[in-house]
């Protein structure tokens, strides 16, 4: 970054506190609304883990977990995401007699929503 490019940052935030409001709450407002397709996010929380080293077990799992909401929610942006779409995919497991996988599931989507927020 340059010290122009620096200068005029800091102008545009001087602007935006002048106007009242905070730039800090707006950039993130702005990086949230910018986040990608779930399964995008998705795929990016699990390069994540693996270059955490989780045992590789642990990453089949997860990747088998967020191969399950891929087909109805993984093209959705994860912001426009709703709790009704969420839920379709859970009942698809739940038909199926699977409660612990939907549990797993809904845990699973919740971690990407907020990794894709910056939230640990």
């Known amino acids: 970054m340059t010290l122009g490019d620096a200068r ?8 935006i506190l002048a106007a009242g409001s905070d730039p800090g709450v707006i950039k993130k407002a702005q ?4 986040g990608g397709s779930f399964k995008a996010v998705a795929e990016e929380l699990v390069a994540k883990h693996a270059r955490e080293g989780r045992a590789p077990r642990t990453m089949e799992k997860l ?12 093209d959705r942006p994860v912001a426009q995401i709703t709790a009704p779409e969420l839920l379709a995919v859970l009942r698809t497991a739940e ?26």
Do not use: D, M
């Open 63 to 74: 990747k088998w977990l967020l191969g399950l909401a891929f087909p109805v929610i993984g």
């Open 31 to 34: 990086k949230y609304n910018a």
């Open 8 to 15: 005029s940052k800091r102008n545009a935030a001087k602007k």
């Open 95 to 120: 038909t199926r007699g699977r409660y612990e996988t939907a549990r797993r599931l809904r845990s699973t989507c919740g971690t990407v929503n907020r990794y894709r927020q910056g939230q640990p």
